[in-house]
């Protein structure tokens, strides 16, 4: 028995003997035991593949972008601009260069037009109906675009129709301190005013206007604010230089709300409820008309009544008065009124974003979205297809390397290609209002090239405090256009620059703090980290507003080429800035978003907030302890991110605690929104990067109810002041909760 025991135990012995010599000679060992993907998952960005993008921008390929963009006028919805959404279509579809997928994504919006069988008119009438002087209806020509049929006659989109009539007074820029110091010399019921541009938005010098009784109101360009004085066109201004005509008139959405007016907070579909129209509020109430500053000129300089302050006077060789109301008894306008034939009407029109994707190899479901209008008031080179010219550029590169399959970012990237932006932010606002949960769940950031190039001095860069870093990082690795020793940071720091806690002297960074662009639903609407990037010009050197041919019929191929920028290198250094960024931010295993100098940018705030306001609320009985409390604790979570950043590996860490970080980083504004912040406001939901009227640098809603306090002295209105103390508190401590560890 025992025998037979020991032989069975031997047999078996030899078996696994076998068995183990056979597993480890005769199956073959992979020599590397980790999954397939875990390479991909690890990955950083690849600097190699930068340096290559950044070579492969090409400034004729902008340049003749740029051309094809502008051949015909392409107003929202118009034919001109179904012709760009085709053209967005082609270059996206394309098989060599094209992305994964490019479609439209159509809206039924609600727009505005001037009526082109019966031209908008301004006219002075004597007493007896005779008119004695016509505004010019459309702008002179001096090249055959602005011949083209298709120019829309300046108007100012959502006026009501209208035919005012009454005497003419100066209104300033059309704020209501404006309109409150002119009440108190002229009488304004029965009115027309006439302002300028600045100061406050298009539809506000309407809509500050009505409660005193005026009736109508015109708006020009002050050559002051836009040509630095001058005013003729034989030698001084376009043709001869990028400075406005004087028959040159900005157009623009007299509306300030952006978005589908008939469809808060939906999107604009076929079958969405549409609120009634008499609901709408945000425009013009009274009628009101652009012109240029040649009849503007003639108008304010007959204009009788006290002379206007010095801060209203502007360029004209006249002395600016108040009027009467009316015209001086000396002028041949001598009792005559100024009346507005306003013929405006208002469609449902169907509107296209285009669409395009690059989707991601490792986090598909993370998304990188870079945007730019496409429609223009008129030809619009440099607003909005500069930007336009350069998107293109950018998917010509990438798109290549994906069908070569050479790349494909870590992230999905989407370009967007915004429809009806002109008429308040239309596209990309019921882009957001779509798909509102999927966007909040899954973009990482969102960054805005509309104006790519204002003019060729330097870059010009805003966006929240975090996204600081990878522009400055982006701006070291770009030459400055026509500097081949110099980089576009360099040059930027030399143009515009402040002194950092932390980094000594840097480039300065703009806020995007109102609705300029397709930005404003991003960054008020959904909290999604942002940025704007352009070239600019030289402030120093100049007082313009902005680039004199602004929604002009002098905003052409011809007017970019020859006086913004000539070989079109400032647009290349635009792709490439912006451009460097995005591959950045699709492809870093950790995003290049650094809460640290939000931090510093929240003290900043609290500094300013501090010293303007501590005293006063300390006598209201409102203490601003919890607000510093709140900005402490969130330098504090900022600090521990980064280090948590910085002392981890995490190229062999588990990609569960890389995610983890991401999505703190990622979604660290969205912690910054409540929907209770801002009642007045449409679709402002962000508490520190709101609009403000205050014009203080600090805390938006609390600059301005402390303002409304401070003005009214009442009891209900240091209330507001104290709960806007407390909305800011909680949500910047709420903040600093979402970038400590997990509980």
């Not at 094209?98 to 019966?118: H, I, K, M, T």
């Not at 640290?596 to 003290?603: F, I, M, N, Q, R």
């Not at 900005?631 to 980064?642: M, Y």
């Not at 007045?680 to 109810?705: C, E, M, Q």
Request: glycine letters at 6%; hydrophobic letters at 35%; a negative charge.
């Amino acid at each position: 028995m025992i025998k037979q025991v020991l032989i069975g135990f031997l047999c078996s012995a030899a078996v696994l003997t076998v068995g183990i010599l056979i597993g480890h000679y005769g199956i073959t060992k992979s020599s590397n035991s980790a999954p397939s993907w875990a390479s991909d998952v690890v990955k950083d960005v690849d600097e190699s593949f930068i340096e290559k993008f950044l070579s492969e921008v090409d400034n004729i390929q902008i340049q003749e972008n740029l051309r094809e963009l502008t051949k015909v006028p392409h107003m929202a919805t118009t034919a001109g601009d179904e012709q760009t959404v085709q053209f967005m279509l082609k270059r996206w579809q394309d098989p060599k260069t094209g992305l994964d997928q490019a479609w439209r994504e159509e809206y039924l919006v609600y727009l505005s037009f001037p009526d082109a069988d019966n031209p908008n008119k301004v006219t002075v009438v004597s007493p007896s109906n005779a008119v004695l002087h016509t505004a010019r209806e459309k702008e002179k020509p001096y090249t055959a675009d602005q011949e083209d049929p298709a120019v829309v006659q300046p108007y100012a989109a959502y006026s009501p129709a209208g035919h005012p009539k009454g005497k003419l007074v100066y209104a300033n820029q059309g704020k209501p301190s404006d309109y409150q110091m002119l009440n108190q010399t002229v009488d304004l019921r029965g009115t027309i005013a006439i302002t300028r541009y600045g100061g406050a938005g298009r539809a506000a010098k309407a809509i500050n206007a009505a409660p005193y009784g005026v009736v109508g109101v015109l708006v020009y360009t002050d050559p002051l604010d836009i040509n630095d004085g001058l005013m003729s066109d034989a030698s001084e201004t376009y043709p001869h230089s990028w400075y406005m005509p004087p028959s040159g008139v900005e157009r623009g959405s007299f509306n300030s709300r952006y978005g589908d007016l008939l469809t808060p907070y939906l999107a604009a579909k076929e079958e969405t409820y549409r609120i009634p129209i008499k609901d709408i509020t945000g425009i013009p109430p009274i009628p009101i008309q652009p012109i240029g500053f040649e009849d503007a000129y003639t108008l304010i300089c007959e204009l009788g009544g006290v002379e206007a302050p010095a801060a209203w006077q502007g360029s004209f060789n006249c002395t600016y008065n108040f009027g009467g109301p009316g015209f001086k008894h000396t002028s041949a306008f001598n009792n005559s009124d100024v009346k507005l034939d306003i013929y405006n009407r208002e469609e449902i029109k169907n509107s296209s974003n285009v669409m395009g994707v690059i989707r991601g190899s490792v986090e598909p479901d993370r998304y990188v979205i870079y945007g730019n209008h496409r429609d223009s008031w008129v030809h619009g080179a440099i607003d909005p297809s500069s930007g336009t010219s350069v998107m293109l550029e950018l998917t010509r590169v990438l798109g290549q390397m994906v069908k070569e399959e050479k790349w494909r970012p870590r992230r999905s990237i989407i370009f967007g290609s915004w429809g009806a932006e002109e008429f308040g932010l239309i596209g990309s606002a019921e882009y957001t209002e779509q798909y509102f949960t999927k966007l909040s769940e899954r973009t990482v950031a969102y960054i805005n090239v509309d104006i790519a190039v204002f003019a060729n001095a330097t870059l010009r860069a805003s966006g929240m405090p975090s996204v600081q870093n990878v522009i400055f990082k982006a701006a070291k690795q770009v030459k400055a256009p026509g500097l081949d020793s110099t980089s576009v940071y360099e040059n930027w720091i030399q143009y515009s620059n402040r002194s950092s806690p932390t980094y000594g002297v840097i480039p300065r960074m703009g806020y995007l703090s109102g609705a300029g662009s397709d930005y404003a639903a991003f960054v008020h609407y959904l909290g999604i980290t942002s940025m704007d990037i352009a070239y600019t010009y030289d402030r120093t050197k100049t007082n313009a507003r902005i680039y004199p041919a602004y929604h002009t019929a002098y905003d052409t191929f011809d007017y970019s080429s020859k006086f913004i920028d000539p070989g079109f290198i400032s647009h290349q250094a635009i792709a490439r800035t912006a451009g460097n960024v995005l591959i950045r931010l699709a492809d870093s295993l950790v995003l290049p978003l650094n809460c640290s100098d939000y931090a510093e940018t929240l003290e900043s705030y609290l500094d300013t907030a501090v010293t303007l306001y501590q005293d006063q609320l300390k006598a209201e009985g409102i203490s601003m302890e919890p607000l510093k409390h709140a900005v402490t604790s969130f330098r504090s979570a900022a600090t521990h991110l980064d280090q948590v950043i910085r002392s981890s590996d995490l190229t062999n860490e588990t990609p569960l605690k890389v995610r983890r970080i991401n999505d703190q980083l990622m979604l660290l504004d969205r912690a910054f929104l409540d929907p209770m912040a801002f009642p007045d406001k449409y679709a402002y939901r962000h508490v520190i990067w709101a609009s403000s009227n205050a014009g203080k640098p600090t805390f938006p809603g609390l600059a301005d109810a402390y303002a409304n306090a401070e003005s009214s002295g009442q009891s209900s209105d240091w209330d507001k002041v104290h709960y806007h103390l407390s909305v800011l508190s909680q949500a910047i401590e709420g903040a600093a909760q979402t970038l400590v560890d997990v509980i």
